[in-house]
T-cell receptor, first 112, second 118 residues
Framework: DAKTTQPPSMDCAEGRAANLPCNHSTISGNEYVYWYRQIHSQGPQYIIH???NNETNEMASLIITEDRKSSTLILPHATLRDTAVYYCIVRVFSGGYNKLIFGAGTRLAVHP | GAVVSQHPSRVICKSGTSVKIECRSLDFQATTMFWYRQFPKQSLMLMATSNEGSKATYEQGVEKDKFLINHASLTLSTLTVTSAHPEDSSFYICSARDLAGGWADTQYFGPGTRLTVL
C-alpha cells in the first residue's frame, strides 16, 4: 500500500504558485520522497525527490518538514501545461528492490 | 537524457492471442526495470520487477504465467501478455532505474502501451 496521502484535487490560477501537499507520517529514516506527474494517457514524468533537505530544480521545489512526516511540492509559476495528476511517493525497499508504490495522487487543474 | 521508450504505443488484438510489449532505456543502462498496469481513472499498479539476467519477481496477485517478462540486456525488457482476454485491456507502462544515481536512483517511465483485447 502507498504510504502517502494527498488531496484528490486542487485548482490553481495560471502564473500563480501551485503548492501541493503530501502526508507521509509512516516514512522511515532512509526512505526517499519522490514526486511524479502524469498528463493524460502518458507515462509519469519525474519531477523531483528528496530525503531530508529541501530540494529545487528547474521544474519545482520540494519542501520536507523537519520531522519528515509531510512535504510540499511547489510549482512556482503554474502554466496550463502543468495540468496533470501529481503523485507523491515514498520509495520503499521490498523484495530486494527500491520500489515506487503509487497512491491516488492529486489532480491539479490550472486555469487561465 | 534518461529516455525510456515503449513499443508498440497501441495494440488491438483478438481474445486468446499473445501480445509482446518492449521497453527500452535509450541513453542509459538499467539492470532493473519495472512494469505497471493502469486501468481507466485509476493509479498505476506495480506488476513486477524485471532484473537483467535473472527471473522477474512479481507482486502479489499478478500471475507470472500470464505476464511473461524477459530482461535480456541492460537496455531491453519485454512483457508478453499470454492468451489475452478483454479484462487484460489496460495501459501498460514500464520504468527503468538509472544506475548512475546511486542509492538515490530515479526511475524513468516510458510513454505507455495501450492494449485493447477484443
Amino acid at each position: 500500500d502507498a504510504k502517502t496521502t494527498q488531496p484528490p484535487s486542487m485548482d490553481c490560477a495560471e502564473g500563480r504558485a501551485a503548492n501541493l501537499p503530501c502526508n507521509h507520517s509512516t516514512i522511515s529514516g532512509n526512505e526517499y520522497v519522490y514526486w511524479y506527474r502524469q498528463i493524460h494517457s502518458q507515462g509519469p514524468q519525474y519531477i523531483i525527490h528528496g530525503l531530508k533537505n529541501n530540494e529545487t530544480n528547474e521544474m519545482a521545489s520540494l519542501i520536507i518538514t523537519e520531522d519528515r512526516k509531510s512535504s510540499t511540492l511547489i510549482l512556482p509559476h503554474a502554466t496550463l501545461r502543468d495540468t496533470a495528476v501529481y503523485y507523491c511517493i515514498v520509495r520503499v525497499f521490498s523484495g530486494g528492490y527500491n520500489k515506487l508504490i503509487f497512491g491516488a495522487g492529486t489532480r491539479l487543474a490550472v486555469h487561465p | 537524457g534518461a529516455v525510456v521508450s515503449q513499443h508498440p504505443s497501441r495494440v488491438i488484438c483478438k481474445s486468446g492471442t499473445s501480445v509482446k510489449i518492449e521497453c527500452r532505456s535509450l541513453d542509459f543502462q538499467a539492470t532493473t526495470m519495472f512494469w505497471y498496469r493502469q486501468f481507466p481513472k485509476q493509479s498505476l499498479m506495480l506488476m513486477a520487477t524485471s532484473n537483467e539476467g535473472s527471473k522477474a519477481t512479481y507482486e502479489q496477485g499478478v500471475e507470472k504465467d500470464k505476464f511473461l517478462i524477459n530482461h535480456a540486456s541492460l537496455t531491453l525488457s519485454t512483457l508478453t501478455v499470454t492468451s489475452a482476454h478483454p479484462e487484460d485491456s489496460s495501459f501498460y507502462i514500464c520504468s527503468a532505474r538509472d544506475l548512475a544515481g546511486g542509492w538515490a536512483d530515479t526511475q524513468y517511465f516510458g510513454p505507455g502501451t495501450r492494449l485493447t483485447v477484443l
